[in-house]
Structures are given as C-alpha cells and as structure tokens.
C-alpha cells in the first residue's frame, strides 16, 4: 500500500469511519482502540477550542442552546475542514448558516460578514434576521439571557467597518404587511 492511501485510511478513521477490507492491517487493528479514541477526543478538544476563539458569536450562542458540542461533532464528522482555523471557521459558519433555526442562520451569516469586511472599510454586507438581534448579541457578549426588547419582527443588519460600531440595524416590514 502506498503512502497516500495509508494515510486516507488513518484519516478516515481519525474522523470517525472504520475500517475497510482494503486498510492495513495496522489501520484495522485500529477501529475501536482507546488510542483511536483519545486521538479523536484530542482532535475534537483542540478543534472545538479554536472554533470557539474564531466564531465568538456563534460559539456563544450554541452553548446558550445546548448545541455547541454536537454541532462541532458533526462538523468533524463531515471531515471536510480545513487545518487553517480561520477557513475552517469560515466552513463552520457555513455549516450553521444552513440550519434549521432562524436565528443561528442569521447569526452565522452576520458573523461572516463581520469576518469578511473587518479589513476593507470600504465592504458592506447585509444580513437579514428574523427579530432584532441587538439583545441577542448584547446576551452572548454580556452573558446573560436575552431580554427581548426594541422593534419586533424582522431586521436587516448592514456590516462594514465605515459604520459606528462596525454595523447598523434597520427594522424591515413584516411579510404581508404592506
């Protein structure tokens, strides 16, 4: 066996595959050692740390849902990140904002926005979310429960850091109301 099919084995068991007819015999002897299992919940550990450091919003609120570490889980399962924190934020926050939950969808998507303009003054992204996300990020940054305040109903965030505060929110109308 080659070296790159060696090392394909390896990975696919590090994120959580087994093995196959074709692996090593090394490789096979692997599926369901502890040293399999602490190599897959070192790379969890490290993973989730760096995750949590580079998507702050995201991260925090996760962990305000119960969600932070199997959301994490799944993204290494899916074994398609990067080894460069940053991009692999990036494709975190993807991920996310895919979700079922309004909210995280918002969340990550404004949370690449901040990423993407925080170079470039000259950058605007918008974002749409379903309420007013001012009490959402004061919670996740003050840690503390939202408290549900402000114009209800959907909003648009615009992101650039020409702006005060690096964003400005604007109510949008309710769907059907005009």
């Given amino acids: 066996m080659d070296l790159q099919s060696y090392q394909r084995s390896l990975r696919r068991l590090v994120i959580g595959g087994t093995a ?12 369901g050692s502890t040293g399999l299992a602490v190599v897959r919940e070192v790379i969890g ?14 991260a925090g609120w996760l962990k305000r849902q119960g969600r932070f570490e199997h ?7 899916s074994g398609e990140f990067s080894p460069d924190v940053a991009e692999a ?8 904002s895919r979700d079922s ?29 379903p ?9 996740i940054l003050d840690g ?5 305040t402000g114009q209800p109903g959907p909003h648009r965030v615009t992101v650039s850091r020409a ?11 309710e769907p059907g109301s005009g």
Avoid: K, N
Wanted: hydrophobic share 35%.
């Fill in 20 to 31: 196959t007819p074709d692996d090593p015999p090394y490789a096979q002897g692997l599926t």
């Fill in 101 to 129: 939950d309004p909210l995280l969808q918002a969340l990550a998507r404004f949370e690449i926005a901040l990423h993407e303009t925080r170079t470039d003054p000259g950058q605007y992204r918008s974002v749409d979310w």
């Fill in 45 to 58: 550990f490290w993973r989730a740390h760096a995750l949590e450091r580079y998507c702050v919003l995201s």
């Fill in 144 to 148: 503390h429960e939202p408290e549900i």
């Fill in 163 to 173: 702006l005060p505060g690096g964003y400005a929110c604007t109510p949008l109308p």
């Fill in 131 to 139: 309420c007013d996300p001012e009490p959402i990020l004061a919670a």
């Fill in 89 to 96: 934020g990036q494709q975190f926050m993807r991920q996310l």
């Fill in 71 to 77: 959301e994490i889980s799944r993204f290494i399962a």
